[in-house]
T-cell receptor, first 115, second 115 residues
Framework: AQSVTQLDSQVPVFEEAPVELRCNYS??????LFWYVQYPNQGLQLLLKYLSGSTLVKGINGFEAEFNKSQTSFHLRKPSVHISDTAEYFC?????????????FGRGTSLIVHP | KAGVTQTPRYLIKTRGQQVTLSCSPISGHRSVSWYQQTPGQGLQFLFEYFSETQRNKGNFPGRFSGRQFSNSRSEMNVSTLELGDSALYLCASSPPAGRGTDTQYFGPGTRLTVL
């Protein structure tokens, strides 16, 4: 079974600073990777996903992530954050091994943007 | 298209009672998944329904059950509520495009409090 580790439970950062949220997953032959964001009192919404092809994936709201197969990582980055980016971010991974393709979610990283 | 809707948004129950939560997926989506979200355990997969059949199941006791109707609407039921069942219950629908590649579209959740 897949496992996902989000190394930081909380990341405080000042507005307009760059940010990186880290995500590592357990190894598998073929993986699909996702980042979701959850704003307060809302469900999760997709930021971006990697299925195949270019390892650099661009998503909504200026976020991007890079798939690194050798390091089994899929870190999320944004060059300049805004107050409105304050939210919980979840990394998720799914694969087709064993016939189950339900995504496994990390525990989440709380991004707190200070003015 | 309307998003995923969940009712009710908030529920307060007492130990030993049972509860039913409802989820209406995005029109055309046939897969509905349920998750339990708590601060301590993060997002945990409960079960997934596709075409009225439970296709995947997480590691939860039999007190947690669900079903899906012919219009893809889904309900989950928790019997004999325990204090530890207090959580945000999220429903997600997806248009199955391929194993593991599907984006999940989440509803806002039902906040269940067990007293």
């Amino acid at each position: 079974a897949q496992s996902v580790t989000q190394l930081d439970s909380q990341v405080p950062v000042f507005e307009e600073a760059p940010v990186e949220l880290r995500c590592n997953y357990s190894s598998s032959v073929s993986v699909y990777l996702f980042w979701y964001v959850q704003y307060p009192n809302q469900g999760l919404q997709l930021l971006l996903k990697y299925l195949s092809g270019s390892t650099l994936v661009k998503g909504i709201n200026g976020f991007e992530a890079e798939f690194n197969k050798s390091q089994t990582s899929f870190h999320l980055r944004k060059p300049s954050v805004h107050i409105s980016d304050t939210a919980e971010y979840f990394c998720a991974v799914s694969d087709s091994a064993g016939g189950s393709y339900i995504p496994t979610f990390g525990r989440g990283t709380s991004l707190i943007v200070h003015p | 298209k309307a998003g995923v809707t969940q009712t009710p948004r908030y529920l307060i129950k007492t130990r030993g009672q049972q509860v039913t939560l409802s989820c209406s997926p995005i029109s055309g989506h046939r897969s509905v998944s349920w998750y339990q979200q708590t601060p301590g355990q993060g997002l945990q997969f409960l079960f997934e329904y596709f075409s009225e059949t439970q296709r995947n199941k997480g590691n939860f006791p039999g007190r947690f059950s669900g079903r899906q109707f012919s219009n893809s609407r889904s309900e989950m039921n928790v019997s004999t509520l325990e204090l530890g069942d207090s959580a945000l219950y999220l429903c997600a629908s997806s248009p199955p495009a391929g194993r593991g590649t599907d984006t999940q579209y989440f509803g806002p959740g039902t906040r269940l409090t067990v007293l």
